[in-house]
């Protein structure tokens, strides 16, 4: 079964650009709104979301052989709501300022689907190693997502990056860009521009499904 | 399959999530005994962490119930130096969680902390920052606050564009204030 499956290096490969999980997969989007106003708190959840996927997908990938077909989401809910405590606790206990400010979007990670997606498209059918190598580059991947989102809308917004000020002071902060709206503008613009990016690149050839 | 064959078959099909289940109920456990203490005490700095800040000159405090709020008595030392409140009410989006600094007789307003809000980001979460937070310092406690632009005496000049946030700012000081004021002045040590 693991013949026809890419490879460690494909996987990590494909999370960062081509199957990315925001702009390509349009997965994680609600945490990719909510908490991409800084990148202090964008960060601190890409960074989460890279702890819960890699250990998901570890685990995963460990009892992929014990699996039932009909139990496998119920499997994977268990071991990823197991690791989104474990890291809720974590950054209480040391980032708590990051921990008041993303609130629910630390537990929400629970429901984020990349993770879901990619116990079942290869953890659940590949071996530890490139389980593995899929969860770096699809964590990589989400976190230069987030990363740009959050960049555009600190700078725009607030006049910052990374809470240091970047910007003249002469320069109007965009107040709309840090409100729900901007996040909104901002992955929409940012979506279309990866989307016209890459159908520019395998013109004329038809979407990769 | 028949009905028999499949009860039995329970057992050997959900094994796996019984098992798991335990393995991160126990991984869990463990995890909440050894980070349990260090999150209560992130909790507790939070508060006490803000004292001096909130009372010039204190060192820790002392917390008590009076009337259902939440006061610590500011110290300096074995010395008494004011009071922190802890204080909530309805903000513009959700509850407002502050501290109020108060000098030992209650009269005068030392300092203001934020606990928790989540009022607008980028007009009225600007509560949160030392230049609102300071327009409060020295102000007299015989008046009740109220949001303006200009500053008179019992008048808070409003942040633009957040005056509903500033003015639940001042309500909840008011409320909190009204409430203990006098049972905070009499609770102080004697020759303050």
């Known amino acids: 079964m693991a013949n026809n499956q890419p490879t460690a290096l494909e996987r990590f490969l494909r999370g960062i650009l081509p199957e990315n999980p925001l702009y390509r997969q349009v997965l994680g989007t609600c945490p990719s709104l909510a908490v991409t106003n800084n ?24 009892i992929r052989n014990l699996l039932k077909p009909h139990l496998r989401i119920l499997v994977f809910t268990l071991t990823i709501a197991a690791f989104v405590t474990i890291a809720d606790s974590f950054l209480a206990a040391f980032l708590p300022e990051m921990s008041a400010e993303l609130g629910p979007y630390i537990p929400l990670i629970i429901v984020n689907c990349i993770i879901i997606c990619r116990c079942e498209v290869c953890a659940s059918k590949q071996g530890l190693f490139a389980s593995a190598a899929d969860a770096v580059g699809q964590s990589v991947g989400y976190a230069l997502a987030l990363a740009s989102i959050a960049t555009v809308r600190e700078i725009l917004g607030m006049k910052t990056w990374f809470g240091l000020p970047v910007m003249p002071g002469s320069f109007p902060a965009w107040g709309i860009m840090i409100l729900p709206p901007g996040a909104f503008i901002t992955l929409g613009l940012l979506l279309g521009a990866a989307n016209w990016a890459a159908s520019a690149r395998s013109k004329p050839s038809a979407k990769p499904s | 399959m028949t009905e028999t064959k ?13 098992a798991l289940a335990l393995g991160f109920s126990a991984a869990l456990a463990g995890v909440d005994v050894a980070l349990r203490d260090r999150i ?20 820790g405090g002392v917390a008590m119930e009076v009337d259902g709020y939440t006061v610590y008595r500011a110290m300096v030392g074995a010395r008494q130096a004011g009071w922190v409140v802890r204080a909530a009410g309805q903000g513009y989006a959700d509850r407002i969680e502050l501290l109020v600094g108060l000098d030992a007789r209650a009269e005068t307003i030392t300092g203001l902390a934020i606990l928790d809000q989540k009022e607008t980001p980028g007009l009225g979460d600007n509560i949160r920052t030392p230049e609102f937070r300071g327009r409060f310092a020295g102000k007299k406690t015989d008046r009740p606050l109220q949001p303006g632009s200009k500053t008179a005496d019992n008048e808070i000049q409003a942040i633009s564009g957040a005056t509903i946030s500033s003015g639940s700012v001042c309500t909840i000081i008011n409320d909190a204030v009204a409430a203990l004021r006098e049972k905070l002045a009499a609770m102080a040590e004697p020759g303050l």
């Open chain 1, 39 to 62: 990148m202090k708190a964008a960060m601190t959840m890409a960074a989460s979301v890279a702890f819960v996927l890699i250990c998901a997908n570890l685990m995963t990938s460990l």
């Open chain 2, 6 to 18: 499949r009860q039995s078959g329970y057992f050997a099909q959900a094994w796996l999530v019984i």
């Open chain 2, 40 to 59: 209560a005490d992130n909790k507790r700095k939070a508060t006490f962490g803000k004292i001096p800040e909130l009372v010039p000159g204190a060192t």
